[in-house]
C-alpha cells in the first residue's frame, strides 16, 4: 500500500510542477498590461448590429474575468484590442414542408482581432479569421411571428467576448 501512495505523491507532484493548468486559468498579458483600451470595431460589412455591441461585451467579459481595467479609448491605456467585422452571413438551415418558407437561419460571423501594446506598437495577440456561428427559428406563422435574430446576435455576442477574452489570455 505505501508504494500505491508514493506513487500518487510523486505524480501529483510532478503533475503540479510541470506547468499542468486548468484551461481558462492562464494570463499570458505582459505584466506591463494593466489596462486595455478596446475601441469600436471596424465593419467591412453592411451588418452594424455586432459592431455597436462586441466592444461593450468583451469589455464586460475581461472585467468579469480578469484583473484588468478596460477603456473606451487608448489615450490611457497599456495596450489596444481592435477588431473588424470581416464578413457577416445568414442563410436558411430549415424549410416548413408546407410553405416553402425558411423556418431556420444559420448566421455565420468572421472577424479579425489584434491586441497590441500601446506604446510600442508590438503585436500581443492576433486572430485573422475567428469564425463564429449562430442558430435561430422564423416562425412560420406571421401572426405570432416573433424576429428571434435580435437575440442570436445577443449569444453571437455573448460567445466571440468569451471566446475573444479565452483566447487573448491563453495565447490560445
Known sequence: ??????LTVSAAAFITGC????AGRADTLPNTVRTIAIPPFANSTVSYRL???????????????????????????????TGNVVSVIAFPTLFDPASGRA????????LSVTLKERASGKVIFTR?????R?????SIDQRAF????SAAFERLNQDVARTVVSAVLENF
Do not use: C, N, W
Open 19 to 22: 506547468g499542468y493548468h486548468v
Open 1 to 6: 500500500m505505501k508504494p500505491l501512495l508514493a
Open 134 to 138: 449562430q442558430r435561430y427559428e422564423i
Open 128 to 132: 485573422p479569421a475567428l469564425d463564429f
Open 51 to 81: 459592431t455597436e455591441r462586441l466592444p461593450a461585451a468583451i469589455g464586460r467579459e475581461f472585467l468579469t474575468r480578469t484583473r484588468y481595467r478596460v477603456s473606451s479609448t487608448a489615450d490611457h491605456a497599456d495596450a489596444v484590442l
Open 146 to 149: 416573433f424576429d428571434e435574430s
Open 103 to 110: 423556418s431556420g437561419v444559420q448566421m455565420q460571423v468572421l
